[in-house]
T-cell receptor, first 117, second 113 residues
């Protein structure tokens, strides 16, 4: 079974530029998560999709971050414009279902390391 | 608001030692707790053990995770540590009602050959 795929693996941009990350979850997984992990900290949930609907985006800085999941499969996370404090690893995860139906074990991709200079 | 703390932040042990990693959480009304491994720091996470709120422990190979909701603690026990166990270990707690994971800051383990 193929795992969660993410691209690019690394990205270096200057502040005020824009950047986009792509995630392809495990086939058949309805729920997709984007996390931000700043160096030395644990991952923080930015947004959670179930199929193509947003379940939780309470910690997504909506003035600069946006995310979409078209057709309930792949997802993109965009930052525009980027700030220095956005330097982090962006992790995508997927689960078969959700906590509500019990199939919530999350599988993580390799992450995208973003450096904003 | 749920807060998750992991102690120690870093640990270095000789190969073969048994060791315990600690995870504390402030809100005991949890749905489940999961231990992950991340190596090296900033790479993808691998699930190790998941403990439901109704369970006391889970075991997989040389790993054993226990949960004490009343005291807000979980421990991850690693038996007969090996250099391949070197990684960052993260615990994540989901609180009943929100169900999203709150992660600790991790324990960075180094097992010396």
């Amino acid at each position: 079974e193929a795992g969660v795929a993410q691209s690019p693996r690394y990205k270096i941009i200057e502040k005020r530029q824009s950047v986009a990350f792509w995630c392809n979850p495990i086939s058949g997984h309805a729920t997709l998560y984007w996390y931000q992990q700043i160096l030395g900290q644990g991952p923080k949930l930015l947004i959670q999709f179930q199929n193509n609907g947003v379940v939780d985006d309470s910690q997504l800085p909506k003035d600069r971050f946006s995310a979409e999941r078209l057709k309930g499969v792949d997802s993109t996370l965009k930052i525009q414009p980027a700030k220095l404090e956005d330097s982090a690893v962006y992790l995508c995860a997927s689960s078969l279902g959700t906590f509500w139906d019990g199939s919530y074990e999350q599988y993580f991709g390799p992450g995208t390391r973003l450096t904003v200079t | 608001k749920q807060e998750v703390t992991q102690i120690p932040a870093a640990l270095s042990v000789p190969e073969g030692e048994n060791l315990v990693l600690n995870c504390s959480f402030t809100d005991s009304a949890i749905y489940n707790l999961q231990w992950f491994r991340q190596d090296p720091p900033g790479k993808g996470l691998t699930s190790l053990l998941l403990i439901q709120s109704s369970q006391r422990e889970q075991t997989s190979g040389r790993l054993n995770a226990s949960l004490d909701k009343s005291s807000g603690r979980s421990t991850l026990y690693i038996a007969a540590s090996q250099p391949g166990d070197s990684a960052t270990y993260l615990c994540a707690v989901s609180t009943s009602g929100t169900y999203k994971y709150i992660f600790g800051t991790g324990t960075r383990l180094k097992v010396l050959a």
